[in-house]
């Protein structure tokens, strides 16, 4: 069955760095665009990041533009986001979902799109 598993998670000081990871099974990966979303307690879930399965073009929301690297490795089967640079703003699950694309070549950052989700992994900058 489709699984998406996140991993990485963490507790930082304001400054430091994480790279979480989503590993996929259950489908081909490099048919499907895959999505990062972060939800801060008493905040709705929102979307951080998106990378494409069609030309691998990616979006990222503008409170993480130059601190998020997302990237992808078919052939692992697995999904990164590095984090720099890490703010008390950006405490939050974290969670990674999947879309068979078809439409591109951009991924869409709409959470509604996304089918398949993780479980979601713990970031929290502090202090």
């Known amino acids: 069955q489709v699984q998406l598993v996140e991993s990485g998670g963490g507790s930082v000081q304001p400054g430091e760095s994480l790279t979480l990871s989503c590993a996929t099974s259950g489908f081909t990966l490099g048919l499907y665009a895959i999505g990062w979303f972060r939800q801060a307690p008493g905040k709705e879930r929102e979307t951080v990041s998106c990378?494409?399965?069609?030309?691998?073009?990616?979006y990222y929301t503008d409170g993480v533009k130059g601190r998020f690297t997302i990237s992808r490795d078919n052939s692992k089967k697995t999904v990164y986001l590095a984090m720099n640079n890490l703010k008390p703003e950006d405490t939050a699950i974290y969670y990674c979902?999947?879309?068979?694309?078809?439409?591109?070549?951009?991924?869409?950052?709409?959470?509604?799109?996304?089918?398949?989700w993780g479980q979601g992994t713990q970031v929290t900058v502090s202090s």
């Open positions: 990378i494409s399965a069609i030309d691998g073009t990616t």
């Open positions: 979902a999947s879309y068979f694309q078809t439409v591109g070549p951009e991924c869409n950052d709409y959470i509604g799109t996304y089918d398949y």
